[in-house]
RNA sequence: GGACGGUUAGCUCAGUUGGUUAGAGCUACUGGUUUACACCCAGUGGGUCGUAGGUUCGAGUCCUACACCGUCUACCA
């Protein structure tokens, strides 16, 4: 048997793992019969790159996945990625950009060749990436939106709600990104608090020359389509000129009336608004209601179009300017005044987005209120559970989907239009028998109008075959969703509606796509700023996992990562990480070098060898019991960063800095103790490290399979380890005590500034009632604390340094020079023993408690009470 | 404007249905290398639980108001 290394190398070790978990199929679904457990993994960008969010999220996943394996269940992970529609066009466009072409240029057939081409060379990508992080997706079941048959869902779901009446064609105001030149939903704007100026200027009256009315706009550019004025009908102030007619400032022959709506708010500005029906979607409903013209000024980049003279031309800031200054001009401006207020911005541009006219399909939403009984019924757990409420809010005020975009790479619309005749209209999956005399629609759809059917499309659910149906049966629903909650509406919301609308021949509690929500939190920087490419301030997690380890980056995000808060990420929590994983290895080493057998050592084999167990070694597993008690509930409910700190500190604390110092100073051993301890804690560990507790399982021959096979049956386990263990409270007590006594003694040492290695004596008072104890564990505590003798005394020498403990009174001997007995530090003592005396003391006397408070509660304060008593009464002694 | 979070040690956070003397990790300070580990061990210091009230025998925990920080959402043109 070769030593382990002194450190861990997670290099070699993960590469290793990834290639012998690849060849044996560990991640693939195996359709055995088994319970299984599904998950879906939300599509990053085809072309995107690894950041700390997928960092976090897919360990996440991995967590899950890999726990629901040990617990014995066929687990499906199934990857993916998303086609990512402007994201991925507008970066080809810039990269042809350089070579002089756009896509214009080259014709739609050979722009989106490039984008193909640019997808397999960058797609994928992040799938290494993430094979480094060590998830355990089932890789060959791995989806791309624009696969054939993928895409087929979600043409289907087009034709479908087409069919049924959901989606429709309409001439509306949209959001409008003048720089990719398509609309987008309102969940792809950004609303953004800028500063800007509120202009005030006049509209004189037609029928009351000399006279005018003051009106206030943000966006003076769009005076040239303004059709109409309009006031609250209650106001007083223009109650009288309703009906009358204004004056448009650059072309003195058009007049638009004055009207009253109530939309107007009379605080604001002047009271009144000016309507420009093309380019505001309040004015928009507006000039529907008085069925006013609508006059669009901006072309599709922004730009002032032949309505806008003697605007034209111009880009719409410069246009601003250019109207205030023709307006000053005129001396029709009354007054200009910074204000701020939010303005949308494309996500993607990142400038202005425009409300513009235009011709986009929609979709009507269908079972929103079967979406909202799901979550109301408890179909559906969100964790945590707070955002059921922003989830129902989203539901009640939806607002049709404008899924059109006008792109290219994407699915494109499957709507065809006849040659000589364009209102007949063909929608069907397969397109017209006939495409000759039929023009397709130019447009495609938006990006989260393909991921909507995810759940669907990944487990081909239109594959009719018998196998294809069992199989979609066995493993729809998934079991989690794991999402950052910034897609709740995007993609977590619809994925419901779409699963619960063409899933209709199922029950309900059958139609939800994933049975549990777990929405993570953001992943900030150490001074609380979003992670972002902007900034710069997100870590590559790659270079991460080359320091410290996908291990260490694994534990040690996750363990600052508490249910769906915010996380502040800082590097140190990743050191902790590896140095938890260093640990853990040292130990593991430190067994190694006590002697493995060669031969594989079942679970079986260690509860044979269970013998003789010392106090300690019960101790010991009573803790381990506990702990497995405790993280199985909090895998439970979703506490990833509860769980792994308490499986760190079982394993540090009591393990490493308590057992294994212990065992030292024992001539007794029994290895079986340390072996069930160690493989119980690596199968814990596993969902949050498995490269090394992977290694280390077999480094320590506890199995010839993967760590994954272990199983994890907790009642029988118990059942077991209750049969060789005596159970004996009072026994688990004493080594409680003795951790507290040592620690208190080895601080007298150091408080009298004694080295902790320097050998020293001490004598002790003891307490009767634990004289025996005392002297059954003399031996140990002597070397613990690192003591030559300790002598029991029935008097203290009187200028000895004391301590007071549970077990006695404990004085130090002391040479000359050294240390000195610190009176003040005892009266300290003494007073906040007093005041805990008092007020438990005052507790019993109130007759209300004793009558209101369970038996336990009174018991405990007794307890402490006389514990405390004792105590005092052994420091007044010192003091005396 | 609305909705939802947060406020506990210098920092990052635990603290389950109210119940015994409020915890952990990091940092700081002190000391140490004994059968693994300095990516280690031992010890010390540090908190009137945001503020003000209330309910209760008992409140970090429940209620009310306020303050501050944050997120989302709608925006009054």
Same mark, same amino acid.
């Given at each position: 048997?070769?030593?382990?290394?002194?450190?861990?190398?997670?290099?070699?070790?993960?590469?290793?793992?990834?290639?012998?978990?690849?060849?044996?199929?560990?991640?693939?679904?195996?359709?055995?019969?088994?319970?299984?457990?599904?998950?879906?993994?939300?599509?990053?960008?085809?072309?995107?790159?690894?950041?700390?969010?997928?960092?976090?999220?897919?360990?996440?996943?991995?967590?899950?996945?890999?726990?629901?394996?040990?617990?014995?269940?066929?687990?499906?992970?199934?990857?993916?990625?998303?086609?990512?529609?402007?994201?991925?066009?507008?970066?080809?466009?810039?990269?042809?950009?350089?070579?002089?072409?756009?896509?214009?240029?080259?014709?739609?057939?050979?722009?989106?060749?490039?984008?193909?081409?640019?997808?397999?060379?960058?797609?994928?990508?992040?799938?290494?990436?993430?094979?480094?992080?060590?998830?355990?997706?089932?890789?060959?079941?791995?989806?791309?939106?624009?696969?054939?048959?993928?895409?087929?869902?979600?043409?289907?779901?087009?034709?479908?709600?087409?069919?049924?009446?959901?989606?429709?064609?309409?001439?509306?105001?949209?959001?409008?990104?003048?720089?990719?030149?398509?609309?987008?939903?309102? %969940?792809?704007?950004?609303?953004?608090?800028?500063?800007?100026?509120?202009?005030?200027?006049?509209?004189?009256?037609?029928?009351?020359?000399?006279?005018?009315?003051?009106?206030?706009?943000?966006?003076?550019?769009?005076?040239?389509?303004?059709?109409?004025?309009?006031?609250?009908?209650?106001?007083?102030?223009?109650?009288?000129?309703?009906?009358?007619?204004?004056?448009?400032?650059?072309?003195?022959?058009?007049?638009?009336?004055?009207?009253?709506?109530?939309?107007?708010?009379?605080?604001?500005?002047?009271?009144?608004?000016?309507?420009?029906?093309?380019?505001?979607?309040?004015?928009?409903?507006?000039?529907?209601?008085?069925?006013?013209?609508?006059?669009?000024?901006?072309?599709?980049?922004?730009?002032?179009?032949?309505?806008?003279?003697?605007?034209?031309?111009?880009?719409?800031?410069?246009?601003?300017?250019?109207?205030?200054?023709?307006?000053?001009?005129?001396?029709?401006?009354?007054?200009?005044?910074?204000?701020?207020?939010?303005?949308?911005?494309?996500?993607?541009?990142?400038?202005?987005?425009?409300?513009?006219?235009?011709?986009?399909?929609?979709?009507?939403?269908?079972?929103?209120?079967?979406?909202?009984?799901?979550? %109301?019924?408890?179909?559906?757990?969100?964790?945590?559970?707070?955002?059921?409420?922003?989830?129902?809010?989203?539901?009640?005020?939806?607002?049709?989907?404008?899924?059109?975009?006008?792109?290219?790479?994407?699915?494109?619309?499957?709507?065809?239009?006849?040659?000589?005749?364009?209102?007949?209209?063909?929608?069907?999956?397969?397109?017209?028998?006939?495409?000759?005399?039929?023009?397709?629609?130019?447009?495609?759809?938006?990006?989260?109008?393909?991921?909507?059917?995810?759940?669907?499309?990944?487990?081909?659910?239109?594959?009719?075959?018998?196998?294809?149906?069992?199989?979609?049966?066995?493993?729809?629903?998934?079991?989690?969703?794991?999402?950052?909650?910034?897609?709740?509406?995007?993609?977590?919301?619809?994925?419901?509606?779409?699963?619960?609308?063409?899933?209709?021949?199922?029950?309900?509690?059958?139609?939800?796509?994933?049975?549990?929500?777990?929405?993570?939190?953001?992943?900030?920087?150490?001074?609380?700023?979003?992670?972002?490419?902007?900034?710069?301030?997100?870590?590559?997690?790659?270079?991460?996992?080359?320091?410290?380890?996908?291990?260490?980056?694994?534990?040690?995000?996750?363990?600052?990562?508490?249910?769906?808060?915010?996380?502040?990420?800082? %590097?140190?929590?990743?050191?902790?990480?590896?140095?938890?994983?260093?640990?853990?290895?040292?130990?593991?080493?430190?067994?190694?070098?006590?002697?493995?057998?060669?031969?594989?050592?079942?679970?079986?084999?260690?509860?044979?060898?269970?013998?003789?167990?010392?106090?300690?070694?019960?101790?010991?597993?009573?803790?381990?019991?506990?702990?497995?008690?405790?993280?199985?509930?909090?895998?439970?409910?979703?506490?990833?960063?509860?769980?792994?700190?308490?499986?760190?500190?079982?394993?540090?604390?009591?393990?490493?800095?308590?057992?294994? %110092?212990?065992?030292?100073?024992?001539?007794?051993?029994?290895?079986?103790?340390?072996?069930?301890?160690?493989?119980?804690?690596?199968?814990?560990?596993?969902?949050?490290?498995?490269?090394?507790?992977?290694?280390?399982?077999?480094?320590?021959?506890?199995?010839?399979?993967?760590?994954?096979?272990?199983?994890?049956?907790?009642?029988?386990?118990?059942?077991?380890?209750?049969?060789?263990?005596?159970?004996?409270?009072?026994?688990?007590?004493?080594?409680?005590?003795?951790?507290?006594?040592?620690?208190?003694?080895?601080?007298?040492?150091?408080?009298?500034?004694?080295?902790?290695?320097?050998?020293?004596?001490?004598?002790?008072?003891?307490?009767?009632?634990?004289?025996?104890?005392?002297?059954?564990?003399?031996?140990?505590?002597?070397?613990?604390?690192?003591?030559?003798?300790?002598?029991?005394?029935?008097?203290?020498?009187?200028?000895?340094?004391?301590?007071?403990?549970?077990?006695?009174?404990?004085?130090?001997?002391?040479?000359?020079?050294?240390?000195?007995?610190?009176?003040?530090?005892?009266?300290?003592?003494?007073?906040?023993?007093?005041?805990?005396?008092?007020?438990?003391?005052?507790?019993?006397?109130?007759?209300?408690?004793?009558?209101?408070?369970?038996?336990?509660?009174?018991?405990?304060?007794?307890?402490?009470?006389?514990?405390?008593?004792?105590?005092?009464?052994?420091?007044?002694?010192?003091?005396?």
């Amino acid at each position: 048997m070769v030593l382990m290394e002194k450190t861990y190398m997670p290099e070699e070790i993960e590469k290793k793992w990834n290639a012998l978990w690849k060849e044996a199929h560990c991640f693939d679904v195996k359709h055995d019969g088994k319970p299984t457990f599904t998950v879906f993994m939300p599509p990053p960008n085809v072309t995107g790159i690894l950041h700390m969010g997928h960092t976090l999220n897919n360990s996440i996943q991995d967590v899950l996945c890999r726990w629901a394996r040990i617990q014995g269940k066929d687990v499906l992970w199934i990857p993916g990625t998303d086609h990512a529609g402007i994201a991925t066009q507008s970066k080809v466009e810039k990269v042809i950009k350089k070579e002089g072409l756009s896509r214009q240029k080259l014709g739609r057939k050979a722009f989106l060749e490039r984008v193909e081409a640019w997808r397999k060379e960058h797609g994928n990508i992040i799938f290494e990436q993430l094979k480094r992080l060590g998830v355990s997706c089932d890789w060959s079941r791995a989806t791309y939106t624009l696969d054939p048959d993928y895409s087929k869902h979600v043409l289907t779901a087009f034709v479908k709600l087409y069919e049924r009446g959901y989606v429709y064609k309409g001439k509306r105001l949209v959001n409008w990104c003048p720089i990719s030149q398509t609309a987008l939903s309102d %969940e792809e704007v950004i609303m953004k608090q800028v500063p800007a100026f509120l202009y005030t200027f006049r509209y004189n009256i037609v029928e009351k020359p000399g006279q005018f009315i003051a009106v206030a706009t943000t966006r003076p550019e769009t005076i040239m389509g303004d059709v109409a004025l309009a006031v609250h009908p209650q106001d007083d102030r223009y109650k009288d000129l309703v009906g009358l007619h204004v004056q448009c400032p650059f072309d003195q022959t058009r007049t638009i009336p004055i009207i009253a709506d109530e939309v107007v708010e009379r605080e604001f500005g002047t009271g009144a608004l000016k309507i420009t029906p093309a380019h505001d979607p309040i004015d928009f409903a507006v000039g529907q209601r008085h069925a006013l013209p609508f006059i669009e000024v901006l072309d599709e980049r922004g730009i002032v179009n032949n309505q806008g003279a003697p605007f034209q031309g111009m880009d719409r800031f410069e246009a601003r300017k250019a109207v205030v200054e023709a307006l000053q001009e005129k001396g029709f401006i009354i007054e200009i005044k910074p204000y701020n207020h939010a303005v949308g911005y494309s996500e993607r541009a990142d400038v202005p987005i425009e409300p513009r006219l235009s011709e986009q399909w929609f979709v009507r939403y269908p079972k929103v209120e079967e979406a909202k009984a799901l979550a %109301e019924k408890e179909l559906v757990h969100f964790w945590p559970k707070r955002w059921i409420k922003t989830y129902l809010h989203w539901l009640s005020n939806i607002q049709d989907w404008c899924i059109s975009r006008q792109l290219w790479w994407g699915h494109r619309i499957p709507v065809w239009y006849r040659k000589d005749d364009p209102s007949v209209l063909h929608v069907s999956v397969e397109g017209p028998a006939d495409p000759e005399n039929w023009d397709q629609d130019p447009d495609v759809m938006d990006t989260w109008f393909s991921s909507w059917v995810w759940p669907l499309g990944t487990l081909h659910y239109l594959d009719n075959t018998e196998k294809a149906k069992r199989f979609f049966n066995d493993y729809f629903p998934a079991h989690t969703l794991v999402s950052g909650p910034d897609i709740l509406f995007f993609w977590i919301t619809r994925m419901i509606i779409a699963s619960l609308e063409f899933l209709e021949d199922r029950p309900l509690a059958q139609r939800v796509p994933f049975k549990n929500i777990y929405l993570t939190g953001i992943v900030r920087d150490a001074i609380g700023r979003k992670m972002s490419k902007s900034l710069g301030n997100s870590p590559d997690p790659l270079v991460l996992i080359q320091q410290f380890g996908a291990d260490g980056v694994r534990i040690g995000l996750l363990s600052i990562a508490p249910q769906g808060q915010d996380i502040r990420f800082d %590097e140190r929590f990743l050191v902790q990480g590896r140095n938890f994983c260093t640990k853990l290895w040292n130990a593991c080493r430190f067994r190694q070098m006590q002697g493995v057998e060669a031969a594989y050592t079942s679970l079986d084999d260690i509860f044979e060898k269970l013998e003789n167990l010392s106090v300690y070694d019960e101790h010991l597993l009573l803790s381990l019991q506990k702990t497995m008690l405790e993280y199985d509930n909090l895998l439970h409910a979703y506490s990833f960063s509860t769980a792994i700190k308490l499986l760190q500190q079982c394993f540090k604390n009591v393990f490493c800095d308590w057992y294994l %110092e212990v065992q030292k100073n024992e001539s007794r051993h029994c290895h079986a103790v340390q072996d069930l301890f160690l493989r119980q804690m690596l199968i814990m560990l596993n969902p949050y490290a498995p490269y090394i507790t992977e290694e280390l399982w077999h480094q320590l021959h506890l199995s010839e399979s993967f760590i994954q096979s272990a199983g994890w049956d907790l009642d029988a386990f118990n059942q077991r380890l209750s049969k060789v263990l005596s159970q004996n409270q009072e026994d688990i007590d004493t080594v409680e005590q003795l951790r507290t006594l040592v620690s208190e003694l080895r601080s007298l040492k150091a408080a009298n500034n004694l080295a902790s290695n320097k050998q020293t004596t001490m004598c002790v008072n003891l307490e009767p009632a634990y004289s025996a104890l005392f002297k059954k564990h003399k031996d140990l505590i002597l070397k613990m604390v690192g003591v030559q003798a300790i002598d029991e005394v029935s008097e203290m020498p009187e200028d000895m340094p004391k301590i007071v403990t549970l077990w006695g009174t404990f004085g130090i001997v002391l040479m000359k020079e050294e240390g000195s007995n610190d009176m003040a530090n005892i009266q300290k003592e003494i007073d906040t023993l007093t005041q805990h005396i008092l007020a438990a003391e005052q507790k019993l006397a109130n007759p209300r408690f004793v009558e209101c408070a369970p038996q336990g509660v009174k018991d405990g304060v007794k307890k402490l009470l006389k514990e405390n008593i004792q105590k005092r009464e052994a420091l007044k002694k010192l003091l005396a």
